[in-house]
């Protein structure tokens, strides 16, 4: 079949001489998409790795085309599979008769094919692979993106990751540490003696966090519903129970913003533990980080977008308090009632409803005017009760509560209390979200009462702790978006 190189036609043109290339196959019983299964017993990484041993011995591979270079009877390939790259060399008077003109000529950049033959080295002290039968498992009948001005449009890497997959190995290596680090973190859990356990995604309430859901309906039984916006309570109601270790990694769901930091489907880690605290749980945390960057990257000391990032632990504590009054000069400890604390707030440029309690003050100076200043991965101690309606009031004032987050210049990466186990002091919290969320407030949680009574029923004093783990990935992997560690994240459909 004689055609025009690829790289003098339009797309058009080359989309219409790839199908003819598959109707000649078809025509002649060479049907690509008939064949159901390829006996390889190679990868391409086996050869690389194994290589003096393999040399001179039979092989065969099978992979993507991601280069030709055609020599009139002769060829290179280059064949990609799932563990790398390899070249391939053909020759017409080494194979079946009749195979190189009517199969391995209709062959394209983009095909799936396998190659058998003998295993060596070129000249030029290449690797290669010396065909001496081809097949074709599947045509490409779409040029990949290099052959038009490559892939360089982002948004179409995230819409199409299968293309970004098999045109950046830097992308796939990416994921595949995204599962190296999972896998580790759950290792390192089941080695401690924490079983992992499932919770529902469809839910009646809202409740572990403060978000908006996404919301749905359940025809057969004729409910509203709400996707999971974290797993938090029914992990506690495990812990009641009379599990002690509990963990979960799970998806939940967030209806807000967008941004490189923020996708609405995303990952967390929980963990409960019984008879420990917020303090067990910031070593529990450094341990976990640690072993997981230790055993994944071998160093504990990372680069994150220029700037060195040292996990080594331990990692410093800092209360909300101090945080603030460093980074503004305004000390919340100072203040007598809330509306100094309103005071404070308009001081530093920041929007007063009037409302807003000593708390509530304290919690947004320290959201809109420290938290972007920590670098490192920190420890941020004794959060405002009202922003903490699940965790433990501090003993020696009780507008704090025995809450930290992680924060580093990713922001928010984790957050752990000593868990609220008075069930009087929890209804309390949740009719304060009730109200908050009759009144409008539509990220406010609802009151659980059968999680209170569990409660009644007594939980150990226990710590828990919640990582988003795909902010620790972007961390882990120098991504500079949310979007590089998530295979499909969240997209706008295209306007047809």
Same mark, same amino acid.
């Given at each position: 079949?004689?055609?025009?190189p690829?790289?003098?036609?339009?797309?058009?043109e080359?989309?219409?001489i790839?199908?003819?290339?598959?109707a000649?196959?078809?025509?002649?019983?060479?049907?690509?998409?008939a064949?159901?299964a390829f006996?390889?017993?190679?990868?391409?990484?086996?050869?690389?790795?194994n290589?003096?041993?393999?040399e001179?011995t039979q092989?065969?591979?099978a992979?993507?085309?991601?280069?030709?270079?055609?020599? &009139?009877?002769?060829?290179?390939?280059?064949?990609?599979?799932?563990?790398?790259?390899?070249?391939? +060399?053909?020759?017409?008077?080494?194979l079946?008769?009749?195979?190189?003109?009517?199969? +391995?000529?209709?062959?394209?950049?983009g095909?799936? *094919?396998?190659?058998?033959?003998?295993?060596?080295?070129t000249?030029r &002290?290449?690797?290669?692979?010396?065909?001496?039968?081809?097949?074709?498992?599947?045509?490409?009948?779409?040029?990949?993106?290099?052959?038009?001005?490559?892939?360089?449009?982002?948004?179409?890497?995230?819409?199409?990751?299968?293309l970004?997959?098999?045109?950046?190995?830097?992308?796939?290596r990416?994921?595949?540490?995204?599962?190296?680090?999972?896998?580790?973190?759950?290792?390192?859990?089941?080695?401690?003696?924490?079983l992992?356990?499932?919770?529902?995604?469809?839910?009646?309430?809202?409740?572990g966090?403060?978000?908006?859901?996404?919301?749905?309906?359940?025809?057969?039984?004729?409910?509203?519903?709400?996707?999971?916006?974290?797993?938090?309570?029914?992990?506690?109601r495990l812990?009641?129970? &009379?599990?002690?270790?509990?963990?979960?990694?799970n998806?939940?769901?967030?209806?807000?913003?967008?941004?490189?930091?923020?996708?609405?489907?995303f990952?967390?880690l929980?963990?409960?533990?019984? +008879?420990?605290?917020?303090?067990?749980?910031?070593?529990?945390?450094?341990?976990?980080?640690?072993?997981?960057?230790?055993?994944?990257?071998g160093?504990?000391?990372?680069?994150?977008?220029?700037?060195?990032?040292?996990?080594?632990?331990?990692?410093?504590r800092?209360?909300? *308090?101090?945080?603030v009054?460093?980074?503004?000069?305004?000390?919340?400890?100072?203040?007598?009632?809330?509306?100094d604390?309103?005071?404070?707030?308009?001081?530093? &440029?920041?929007?007063?409803?009037?409302n807003?309690?000593?708390g509530?003050?304290l919690?947004?100076c320290?959201?809109?005017?420290a938290?972007?200043?920590?670098?490192?991965?920190?420890?941020?101690?004794?959060?405002?009760?009202?922003?903490?309606?699940?965790?433990?009031?501090?003993?020696?004032?009780?507008?704090?509560?025995?809450?930290?987050?992680?924060?580093?210049?990713?922001?928010e990466?984790?957050n752990?209390?000593?868990?609220?186990?008075d069930?009087?002091?929890?209804?309390?919290?949740?009719?304060?979200?009730?109200?908050?969320?009759?009144?409008?407030?539509?990220?406010?949680?609802?009151?659980d009462?059968?999680?209170l009574?569990?409660?009644?029923?007594?939980?150990?004093?226990?710590?828990?702790?919640?990582?988003?783990?795909?902010?620790?990935?972007?961390?882990l992997?120098?991504?500079?978006? *949310?979007?590089?560690?998530?295979?499909?994240?969240?997209?706008?459909? *295209?306007?047809?």
């Amino acid at each position: 079949m004689n055609t025009p190189p690829e790289n003098q036609i339009s797309e058009r043109e080359f989309l219409q001489i790839r199908r003819a290339k598959l109707a000649a196959l078809q025509q002649t019983g060479q049907d690509p998409f008939a064949v159901t299964a390829f006996d390889r017993t190679l990868t391409t990484q086996d050869i690389r790795e194994n290589f003096d041993m393999l040399e001179g011995t039979q092989g065969t591979i099978a992979g993507r085309i991601m280069s030709m270079r055609d020599m &009139g009877k002769a060829s290179f390939c280059d064949l990609q599979d799932g563990s790398g790259r390899l070249q391939f +060399y053909v020759r017409a008077d080494a194979l079946p008769d009749g195979q190189y003109e009517d199969i +391995y000529k209709r062959f394209d950049i983009g095909d799936m *094919i396998g190659v058998s033959g003998t295993i060596f080295r070129t000249k030029r &002290g290449e690797m290669s692979l010396k065909a001496n039968n081809v097949a074709l498992l599947a045509k490409s009948l779409k040029p990949l993106p290099e052959k038009f001005h490559g892939l360089t449009d982002t948004e179409l890497r995230y819409r199409q990751r299968y293309l970004d997959l098999i045109m950046n190995a830097d992308v796939k290596r990416t994921f595949e540490l995204r599962s190296k680090i999972i896998s580790a973190m759950r290792r390192w859990l089941d080695e401690r003696g924490f079983l992992e356990v499932e919770t529902p995604i469809l839910n009646t309430l809202v409740t572990g966090a403060t978000a908006r859901p996404f919301c749905t309906h359940h025809n057969t039984l004729g409910l509203d519903m709400t996707l999971r916006i974290a797993p938090e309570l029914p992990l506690k109601r495990l812990i009641v129970g &009379g599990f002690e270790k509990v963990y979960e990694l799970n998806r939940n769901f967030r209806n807000e913003g967008m941004s490189i930091k923020h996708n609405p489907e995303f990952t967390m880690l929980e963990f409960y533990e019984a +008879y420990t605290n917020c303090d067990g749980m910031m070593e529990r945390c450094e341990q976990l980080i640690t072993h997981v960057a230790q055993e994944v990257l071998g160093t504990t000391e990372i680069e994150y977008q220029g700037t060195p990032i040292s996990l080594k632990a331990p990692w410093p504590r800092l209360s909300m *308090i101090d945080v603030v009054k460093q980074y503004t000069g305004i000390d919340f400890l100072s203040f007598t009632d809330d509306e100094d604390a309103r005071t404070a707030m308009k001081s530093l &440029g920041l929007a007063v409803k009037g409302n807003e309690s000593w708390g509530d003050a304290l919690f947004e100076c320290f959201d809109q005017r420290a938290e972007d200043k920590i670098i490192q991965p920190t420890f941020i101690t004794r959060h405002p009760v009202e922003v903490s309606p699940l965790a433990k009031r501090c003993n020696d004032d009780a507008r704090l509560t025995d809450r930290f987050e992680i924060f580093s210049l990713l922001g928010e990466l984790g957050n752990a209390f000593s868990e609220l186990n008075d069930p009087i002091d929890q209804r309390q919290r949740f009719e304060r979200q009730a109200a908050l969320k009759a009144a409008g407030d539509d990220e406010a949680n609802d009151l659980d009462e059968d999680f209170l009574n569990a409660l009644e029923y007594g939980m150990p004093p226990t710590g828990g702790i919640g990582l988003g783990i795909d902010r620790w990935i972007m961390l882990l992997t120098n991504s500079a978006s *949310i979007r590089d560690v998530i295979l499909f994240p969240t997209m706008k459909p *295209i306007a047809k």
